[in-house]
């Protein structure tokens, strides 16, 4: 499954952006898609994730209220739609699928099998 993210910049903080994700037909429905991201120095971090079971979303608590996903079907697209940017949201932004469908599974990295290449977002303060 060949995952390619766009999207990122550099904004400012209390700007908004959205992140996209295309992924192959027919991958939403066999695979959770969710979002990590990795800021410099430090390890790859959930963000939010959609069950492609059940079609419930969860976020990192650093970015709930702030951050939403999205899916447009017939694109093949997830998007992840941030709002109230901080500096702090400053990384490499990485969609990623899973074949789980729990939060329990899907807050870690490690139950990804596919990986985009990565989107960077700068957010200045």
């Known amino acids: 499954v060949q995952l390619q993210a766009s999207g990122g910049g550099l904004v400012q903080a209390g700007d908004s952006l959205r992140l996209s994700c295309t992924a192959p037909?027919?991958?939403?429905?066999?695979?959770?898609m969710g979002w990590f991201r990795q800021a410099p120095g430090k390890e790859r971090e959930f963000v939010g994730v959609?069950?492609?079971?059940?079609?419930?979303?969860w976020f990192a608590d650093s970015v709930k209220g702030r951050f939403t996903i999205s899916r447009d079907n017939a694109r093949n697209t997830v998007y992840l739609e941030m709002s109230s940017l901080k500096p702090e949201d400053t990384a490499l932004y990485y969609c990623?699928?899973?074949?789980?469908?729990?939060?329990?599974?899907?807050?870690?990295?490690?139950?990804?099998?596919?990986w985009g290449q990565g989107t960077l977002v700068t957010v200045s303060s």
């Open positions: 959609r069950s492609y079971r059940s079609g419930r979303i």
């Open positions: 037909e027919r991958t939403f429905g066999i695979y959770s």
């Open positions: 990623a699928a899973s074949p789980y469908y729990s939060f329990s599974d899907l807050s870690s990295r490690g139950k990804y099998d596919f």
